[in-house]
T-cell receptor, first 113, second 109 residues
Framework: GAGVSQSPSNKVTEKGKDVELRCDPISGHTALYWYRQSLGQGLEFLIYFQGNSAPDKSGLPSDRFSAERTGGSVSTLTIQRTQQEDSAVYLC???????????FGDGTRLSIL | GIQVEQSPPDLILQEGANSTLRCNFSDSVNNLQWFHQNPWGQLINLFYIPSGTKQNGRLSATTVATERYSLLYISSSQTTDSGVYFCAVEETSGSRLTFGEGTQLTVNP
């Protein structure tokens, strides 16, 4: 596809369940980023991938959060034992290389009941 | 970490008016990007502008890195310009973008 693709677009789940969010970056983009945006707030950095490695995962808020990227392309963000404070829009972005403009997907709106 | 401050927090314009949005940052940066988040939540990259001036249609941006600020100019505003404008910077020591809190722009017909 032409842009960054994220799935699902919406996810509603019960507290305590695990969720997986998927990001398919623009083809050829080596850098991939995950952010979180809570209601009415700015964007909070979570993790950065260069290829398959994650040189910066310092933004992950707790050890319940993890992410991986395989084949230098698709990435999944996993949240274990979800809590209500995890409710937010999770946004993925990619760029050709780190120092180039970032392009965002439409996000996954996660609601924890 | 680096601090990013945007002003004004809210701005209401009549269609056709011009406006200037400001972004101040507290430390040296590798790059600076401006984004527009439309009312449907989509984030669009407007400018990648670590320094200098760029123009794209009715929008232009200027970054003065030595003085740690950037300006986004919107001329002849249209209702479709409504949304939140974010400034984001990457510190020289890091790889992440740090976002400001945004400017909420409303353009009335």
């Amino acid at each position: 596809g032409a842009g960054v693709s994220q799935s699902p677009s919406n996810k509603v789940t019960e507290k305590g369940k695990d969720v997986e969010l998927r990001c398919d970056p623009i083809s050829g983009h080596t850098a991939l980023y995950w952010y979180r945006q809570s209601l009415g707030q700015g964007l909070e950095f979570l993790i950065y991938f260069q290829g398959n490695s994650a040189p910066d995962k310092s933004g992950l808020p707790s050890d319940r959060f993890s992410a991986e990227r395989t084949g230098g392309s698709v990435s999944t963000l996993t949240i274990q034992r979800t809590q209500q404070e995890d409710s937010a829009v999770y946004l993925c972005a990619s760029s050709l290389v780190r120092t180039q403009p970032q392009h965002f997907g439409d996000g996954t709106r996660l609601s924890i009941l | 970490g680096i601090q990013v401050e945007q002003s004004p927090p809210d701005l209401i314009l009549q269609e056709g008016a011009n406006s200037t949005l400001r972004c101040n940052f507290s430390d040296s940066v590798n790059n600076l990007q401006w984004f527009h988040q439309n009312p449907w939540g989509q984030l669009i990259n407007l400018f990648y502008i670590p320094s200098g001036t760029k123009q794209n249609g009715r929008l232009s941006a200027t970054t003065v890195a030595t003085e740690r600020y950037s300006l986004l100019y919107i001329s002849s505003s249209q209702t479709t310009d409504s949304g939140v404008y974010f400034c984001a910077v990457e510190e020289t020591s890091g790889s992440r973008l740090t976002f400001g809190e945004g400017t909420q722009l409303t353009v009335n017909p």
